[in-house]
């Protein structure tokens, strides 16, 4: 009778590695949240470099009016699979590995409540990225933009099987993605170590709980939306045919009111890495904790009521506008309260500027930028000027890279130690840092003047009008500054990861669980664990130590 | 073990919820779809609301030979689980034959998915549900064999007919607001 | 002409005006806030930066204050700029009366647009000419994919979404070429669908219009005529219209007045014999995804079809 048994698998051994006996063998069939947390990095990592390799592409060609270095069908093959690849296999699965990682470690759990569902969740991720890819070799990569705006998402427009793989992919990532929700949401509800009760809990894990909440809502919109297109290519039904009955309309309702959850779904963990690596490089508490948790709870509800604010432009007549454009301006308080709750929790602390550090804070700055320039286009006049030009485009980058990529790569310089047991070599993160920093904002800030100037997104060349070439290649250059960035990211992993410094087991003086535990953790993350009463444990247990031994 | 019966239901329930969204998404298009488009009033025509109506019957009583299975389960009667397990199986299979006729029928009278857009919003939505149904059968089915090998012994708190039972009235539930918007709505 | 700076704000319209005074405002208030954001970061980063990491901790300190000042001016700043959107957008998309017809209805192609003007019902294509003066109302549809009608100095941007009719409100108070685009993304060439837009005097808008009324010219000189002739023969007569032949369809843009058009192929191009030469000689060349296709057709031929479309005026 033990063919089958429900139980939660508890890992006995300790982590393989590569080299041990079953070592590769072991990793694809691990259900260990360690193990896949990890491998949701690498994923990323690879497609980050394969998005960013399409993004090169991109500013070369634009680098100059009149290059011919692409087709124009290349070309849209590109942005379009830039953006899908950024957003739903580089951002999406970093943010979500990070949470695999960390968060049963942050509440005291062996393991995620569904082992198997998670390591199901990975695999699907994976695959369905692979397969969005395959159809560069399949005929031609999707080709109408990330949001694939029907009808030309349509087989009388858009002929080659691309944006059937781009479906398919999505529908397979997707379900992956709910999965790795629905495994957050149960783990957080059900795991955590005797004493963390709801308010105990890290603002991390809060932001992920949260944000799960988000994906379960969101994505079976943008499947229902995903199969009804699939279902049109395939079966030659009519949903977003206009001309036989279908609605074009429709199919942009569907994609946002998925696709505005969506980018908060993005942004969302990563203002909980913040919440994290701010206070423990200020060396205080963090400011506001309920606030930074019931804001929270507010952008997520508020996040469903403003999907018509990428249509405004659609005509759907003024009150739905006006809807539209009060529920956007509205999500502007709640962040801009955690904003400031940020920079308190900096306010009179002893700042060490790790790179990590450098990173969150950078991240403030920038991500205001960006989330102004939001403001701005919910503005409805202000987006009858400005919607598809580079104006969004630099808005999208602001809140993207100066958001979320920014608190990611605060968050890997912030956990690395845990995940490896080595550092990473600080003098490479500052030129990372201080490489990309320059780069990002040279890159995407003069967008916003395209945007003034009114060059239109998603246009493989433009004509030669007044300051176009320059401004272009001032953005080009800066996005060859990135580059240099990430490749001395990568080398500063493959380097300390052979031969960084040790870490130990709590190299910032953090207090959250994840430090208590050996770096990397064992297999078993935790044997016992004191009573955990307040949102700092490690620091209260250190003091029992000290008053105990005195 | 506790715990893995908490987890299972709320697993249960978050994924139903969100699942349900997936259909909420369907029947919007397909409610849009009623109201703007102007072949739609001939096209319900064909549809035979008597029949799928006895069909939904069979479905709708499954859910409680599923009920009476639970109940078997928790007093450890193998004979009535094992028989109420078959029958819910049966009727599920008989509310799926039931679906095949009713499309065999519209196919013969030219009623098809690319036809117009009646076609597309009503077999994508039913198919849907179809296809959860045809899921559900096969979950069934897994656990009658494992349950006929002894693979779970009698009052075995395991989640798994939880799960099973509780997606089964998912699919019922689902099926109730799609048999009312489809077949009904039209005849009010 | 000396190009001057191309850009968004430049007005010839009052919706244009009441968007930009908008925009000057929010930009005001928008870079406050980013001030204030980047000072008071800036502040602490200086004020409290140490060389080490401290083991010690602060207590909790929680003042609410803060908070609640943020969510003070913040929702000021919301409620402010919604009132501001609000009293805006009803402005500028008014709904039409039943005396204000539509004057044109501009339908976008892949890639290229469609002008009809209504009420004396004439086709152009690929540009628009409209007297200057008070703001009149443009409808707004698509033949094929979601189109994006902007000419920043005349109005706001309307998308042309098969299916649905939309409507914009046109002016432009001073004669000139005001510049604009197809701004949604529409397929492989959706960089070449631009348009230029022409305000004539009404005088001279009537001038224009009278002379377009016109169908096609005729010249008696054999390879104008050949040309004719060729147009009927080569299938060109399946996709265009050249008003007074036989050429009626309405697959690719009019032609009856090609020549007198100041760029064609959605600004890709300027109209001069070459480029109509090359245009025909391979579209595909030319413009890469364009629904029209290689004839094929020898070096004669396409000097005949080239000099009777260059004569077109
Ligand atoms: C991480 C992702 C992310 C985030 C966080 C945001 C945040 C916001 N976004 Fe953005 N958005 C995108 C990703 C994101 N966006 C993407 C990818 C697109 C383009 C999709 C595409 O077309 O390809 C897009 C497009 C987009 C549009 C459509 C533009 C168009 O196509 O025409 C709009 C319009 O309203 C909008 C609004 C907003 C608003 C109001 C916020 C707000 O949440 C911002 C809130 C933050 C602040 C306001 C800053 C801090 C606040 C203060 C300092 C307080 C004081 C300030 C005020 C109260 C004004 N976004
Ligand atoms: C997470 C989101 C994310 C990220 C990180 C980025 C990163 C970058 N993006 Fe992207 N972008 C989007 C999301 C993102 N983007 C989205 C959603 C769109 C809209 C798409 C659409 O319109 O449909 C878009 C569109 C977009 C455009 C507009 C295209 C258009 O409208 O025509 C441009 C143009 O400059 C651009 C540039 C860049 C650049 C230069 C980077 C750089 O920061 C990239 C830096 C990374 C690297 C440089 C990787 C380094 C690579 C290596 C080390 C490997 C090198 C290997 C070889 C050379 C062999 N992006
Ligand atoms: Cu038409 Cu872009
Ligand atoms: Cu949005």
Sequence with gaps: MKLFSFEVPEPTEALPSIKSRYGILQWISSTDHKQLGILYLWVSLFFFLVGGFEAMLMRLQLAWPGLQIVSPQTFNELFTMHGTTMVFLVLMPTL?????????????????????????????????????????????????????????S????????????????????GIGSIGAGLNFVVTTLTMRIKGMRLRKVPLFVWMVFINSFLILAAFPLLNAGLVMLLIDRQLGSHFFLPNTGGSALLWQHFFWAFGHPEVYILALPGFGIISEVIPVFSRKNIFGYTTLAATTVFIALLSFGVWAHHMFVAGLGNPINT????????????????????MATMWGGNLYFSTSMLFAVAFILDFTLGGLSG??????????????????????????????????????????????????????????????????NMTFFFQHILGFMGMPRRVFSYPDLPYYAILNLISSIGAVFMLIAVIIFIYNIFKSLRTGELAGNNPWNAWTLEWYTTSPPQLKNFETLPDVTSLRPIIDWEKQKAIQKS | MKIVFRQTKLLMQLFIASESLFFVALIIAYIYFRNFSDTWEASTNYLNVKRTAIFSIFLFSSSGTITVAKYALENNKRKLLISSLIL?????????????????????????IDQNIFGSAFFTLTGFHGFHVFLGLIILTIYLILTLLDVFRMRDPSSAFLAAEWYWHFVDVVWVFVFFIVYLMPLL | MEKSIYHIFRSSSEDTDIMNELFFHFFIAAFIVFLLVAAFLIF???????????????????NRLTERLTLFLASVLVIVFLFLTVKVIFKIQKTPTEDQKPFVKITGHQWWWEIEYLGDTLFTANELHIPTGDKFVALMESADVVHDWYVPALGRKIDMVPGVTNFVWIQARDPGVYEGMCNEFCGAQHTWMRVEVFAHEPKEFDKWFQAQKEDAVEKPDSLFQKGKQLFQDKVCANCHTIRGTTAKAKVGPDLTHFASRNKMLGGKAEVNYENIQNWIKDPQKMKHGAYMPNFLMTEEEINALAHYLYNLK
């Design chain 1, 96 to 152: 979500i590995g990070l949470a695999t990682y960390f968060l049963p470690l942050m509440i005291g759990a062996n393991e995620m409540a569904f082992p198997r569902l998670n390591a199901m969740s990975l695999w699907m991720t994976l695959f369905g990225g692979l397969l969005l890819n395959f159809s560069f070799f399949a005929g031609g990569a999707p080709d109408a933009g990330w949001f694939s705006y029907a009808p030309l």
């Design chain 1, 154 to 173: 349509e087989k009388n427009y858009s002929f080659s099987s691309g944006l059937d793989y781009y479906s398919i992919g999505l529908i397979v990532t």
């Design chain 1, 323 to 342: 809807f539209f454009a009060a529920g956007s301006m509205l999500i502007g308080i709640p962040t801009g309260i955690k904003i400031v709750n940020w």
């Design chain 1, 375 to 440: 403001i701005a286009v919910a503005i409805v006049p202000l987006d009858w000027r400005v919607t598809d030009t580079y104006f969004v485009v630099a808005h999208i980058h602001y809140v993207f890279l100066g958001g979320t990529l920014f608190t990611i790569f605060s968050g890997i310089y912030y956990w690395f130690p845990k995940i490896s047991g080595r550092m990473l070599n600080e003098r490479l993160g500052k030129w990372h840092f201080w490489l990309f920093l320059l780069g990002f």
């Design chain 2, 88 to 112: 819910t199986i049966l009727l599920g299979a008989t509310f799926v034959f039931g679906q095949v006729t009713e499309y065999m029928d519209l196919y013969q009278q030219e009623v098809t």
């Design chain 3, 44 to 62: 602490i980063v200086r004020k409290y930066k140490t060389k080490t990491l401290e083991k010690d901790h602060f207590t909790i300190q929680e």
